[in-house]
């Protein structure tokens, strides 16, 4: 390809813009609320997604229903546009940064069994440390902030493993033991210093959280359950919702040991007991292959680390 040609070939390519308004519009599900969010009126939105489809020469959009529908080829290049925007993010940070270590933006994802014992401790310090980094957090269960990752609209996530990964390299920052939580005077469980046997637990005496999150998942994978008949048929949405059922001795549960410090556990009636060091889940960091902030993202998990070790911890 000359010259000329190639630069033909760059003429073509879509506009951040037109990358942006699209991404808007797979967000909102409405032209009229995506063009706000793009600070736009309506007809210059629709004129952008109309240039980009003839820039692409595709339909990205299927607008002959009442509901906006994405066409398949519209969703791979909503999904290829945000990893362009995340990358460009990348590119303006570099050149922002000077290339000081952890400062511009980064969008960090944290699962809900995580982030209330983690980021009280971890992100005052770490914004102290570092007041150049602007730093973004978004909360959700690990499946969801995955694809978030993927699509590009997280840089990283702090989540528990193992979980199934695609397309991303992991970072294992540290080990979580499980702990047992009952009710000091529970019916359920008697602490006479014998060693803990979770078979031995009577039946729906289990509470666990509800289908869908990891940490139900990695507490029955850890303790070697062998039968379901001791899970409760209740169950909760949050952790601070299990321990509020166990400290009212509707059952006993596992919980990780970086929650052990909430004020749930310390101001209740909830005795905690340390379990065999097998059953415990890992800690650790995930984000997409190849990314140029790597090396950042293994510095953001050494603080974490530390963090936890030490919270009073100069990073």
Known sequence: MNNESQYIAMHNYPTTKQLQCLTALDEFKHFG???????????????????????????????????????????????????????????????????????????LGVIPSIAPFVLPKFVPQITQAHPDLQLYLREDKTHIVHEQLLAGKLDVILLALPFELQGTQTLIL?????????HQHSKWFKDEGKSFNIN????????????????????????HLRSVEQISRFAATSLQTLLQMVASDLGVTFIPSIAKDSLMVKDSNIQLMPLP???????????????????????LGEMITACMDNPKADI
């Open 174 to 182: 540290f080990d979580d033991p499980f702990l047992l939580a009952y």
């Open 277 to 299: 060091k097998n059953m415990h889940r890992q800690i650790g960091l995930a984000w997409r292959k190849g990314s140029s902030r790597e090396e950042e993202f293994k510095l």
């Open 200 to 223: 031995e637990l009577p039946k729906e005496s289990l509470l666990l959280l509800d289908d869908g999150h990891c940490l139900r998942d990695h507490a029955l994978e850890a303790c």
């Open 33 to 107: 609320r995506a063009a706000s969010a793009c600070h736009i009126s309506q007809s210059a939105f629709s004129t952008a997604i109309k240039a980009l489809e003839d820039k692409l020469q595709v339909q990205l959009v299927d607008r002959t229903n009442k509901q906006l529908i994405f066409t398949d080829v519209g969703l791979s290049v909503v999904h290829q546009a945000r990893l362009c925007l995340s990358e460009l993010d990348v590119l303006i940070d570099l050149v922002s940064s000077t290339d000081a270590p952890l400062s511009g933006k980064i969008t």
